[in-house]
Nanobody, 125 residues
Framework: QVQLVQSGGGSVQAGGSLRLSCTAV????????MGWFRQAPGKEREGVAV????????WYADSVKGRFTISQDNAKNTMYLQMNSLKPEDTAMYYC??????????????????WGQGTQVTVSS
């Protein structure tokens, strides 16, 4: 079993930055997809950024490209989401997620079966 523990998030003004962390605890396979997803009130959960755990392959939603960066520290079993130039529309509950690698890393939330507890990000204008 893989447990994901999130930290970070909070409130910031537009243009500001935040960093989210997600630490994997338990059995960590050598090949795993990890990603960040978010869900705003009244909206479906959407993919934000996804990474194969070798850090060599990443995907970003168009809405965050150039502003968010996903990274991993495999020595610490920790994944990060650095969020810069935040906008009010980035306000949402953010979740980290993981799934054992099966040939590709999807940006679809239903493909992931391990989830963090979620952390709120609020961006004010």
């Amino acid at each position: 079993q893989v447990q994901l523990v999130q930290s970070g998030g909070g409130s910031v003004q537009a243009g500001g930055s935040l960093r989210l962390s997600c630490t994997a605890v338990g059995y960590i396979p050598t090949r795993m997809c990890m990603g960040w997803f978010r869900q705003a009130p009244g909206k479906e959960r959407e993919g934000v950024a996804v990474s194969y755990n070798d850090g060599g392959s990443t995907w970003y939603a168009d809405s965050v490209k150039g502003r968010f960066t996903i990274s991993q520290d495999n020595a610490k079993n920790t994944m990060y989401l650095q969020m810069n130039s935040l906008k009010p529309e980035d306000t949402a509950m953010y979740y980290c997620a993981a799934v054992f690698f099966r040939g590709y890393c999807s940006e679809i939330s239903s493909e992931y079966n391990y989830w963090g507890q979620g952390t709120q990000v609020t961006v004010s204008s």
